[in-house]
């Protein structure tokens, strides 16, 4: 049977940069991309993965979602993930590993390990 796994990786970009707003967007949509990508070659070995850049998708729709309901609602799925797979770093990512640690919930930076 498959794993959940949560799909952990950079989205806003580099910080502490300074950014255009337009590179700033164009960052963050090339990190969903990438995100989403990561995720459906998890998919194509039988797994579950879940992907926290998509929830994106209900704060637009909500139009009143601040940054800590986008946080709240993946470090819900991230206590009920059987793995977290790290495709690359951010403070984020650092918050979500901690959770993961704390959690003992294994983690990976290689699909091939999962």
């Not at 998890?42 to 909500?62: E, K, M, Q, T």
């Not at 590993?97 to 919930?105: F, K, N, P, R």
Request: charged content about 20%; some cysteine; glycine content about 8%.
């Amino acid at each position: 049977m498959g794993k959940r796994v949560f799909i952990a990786g950079a989205l806003s970009g580099k910080e502490n940069t300074n950014r255009t707003p337009s590179k700033v967007v164009v960052d963050y949509l090339t990190n969903v991309h990438n995100m989403v990508s990561v995720a459906s070659e998890v998919r194509n070995l039988g797994h579950y993965p879940f992907i926290p850049a998509l929830d994106l998708l209900c704060g637009i729709i909500s139009g009143v979602w601040n940054e800590d309901d986008y946080r709240g609602m993946s470090l819900g799925f991230l206590e009920v993930c059987d793995c977290v797979l790290v495709i690359s770093a951010s403070s984020g990512v650092k918050r979500e590993l901690e959770v993961a640690s704390q959690l003992g919930i294994p983690i990976y930076y290689s699909i091939e390990d999962i």
